[in-house]
């Protein structure tokens, strides 16, 4: 309040909540804009797929299949995780898991990228396979 009296000597005090109001206002649009900026981004993820590097070993592939602008609860989706170590290698999926919104790309986690649909169908594929030649080992087919 000095700050703004002694940059506008003699103001009155509606002047000054005036003054506060539209401070408020213009932040109240700098957020309205920025989410509206964040929906569109969000929006715009409906249809692609995703890669987390989550630690350079465990990897987790996922599609978004819907506009989850929409959603007020997780967004969930299937989630394949590729984990790599010295001692254990393993392709695993987990039916609707829930994605945390904020490994999305621009929320805040750099660790999650979009890749190309073919690679997100080539890790479903390995894992169908993985899964196929499980059955075959465990029928002793093989």
């Given at each position: 309040?000095?700050?703004?009296?002694?940059?506008?000597?003699?103001?009155?005090?509606?002047?000054?909540?005036?003054?506060l109001d539209n401070i408020a206002r213009e932040e109240a649009?700098?957020?309205?804009?920025?989410?509206?900026?964040?929906?569109?981004?969000?929006?715009?993820?409906?249809?692609?797929?995703?890669?987390?590097?989550?630690?350079?070993?465990?990897?987790?592939?996922?599609?978004?299949?819907?506009?989850?602008?929409?959603?007020?609860?997780?967004?969930?989706?299937?989630?394949?995780?590729?984990?790599?170590?010295?001692?254990?290698?393993?392709?695993?999926?987990?039916?609707?898991?829930?994605?945390?919104?904020?490994?999305?790309?621009?929320?805040?986690?750099?660790?999650?990228?979009?890749v190309p649909e073919e690679l997100f169908n080539k890790v479903?594929?390995?894992?169908?396979?993985?899964?196929?030649?499980?059955?075959?080992?465990?029928?002793g087919e093989l």
């Open positions: 309040m000095k700050e703004y009296a002694r940059k506008h000597p003699g103001c009155s005090l509606q002047e000054y909540c005036e003054y649009e700098r957020r309205r804009l920025k989410e509206e900026e964040n929906n569109q981004l969000l929006k715009s993820f409906e249809g692609k797929c995703f890669q987390i590097n989550f630690n350079r070993q465990s990897f987790g592939y996922f599609k978004i299949t819907k506009d989850i602008t929409a959603l007020r609860e997780d967004v969930k989706e299937d989630f394949y995780e590729v984990f790599i170590d010295s001692n254990t290698t393993r392709i695993s999926l987990e039916k609707k898991r829930m994605i945390n919104r904020q490994w999305l790309p621009g929320q805040g986690n750099e660790k999650c990228t979009i479903v594929k390995y894992y169908q396979e993985m899964c196929t030649m499980a059955e075959k080992i465990r029928d």
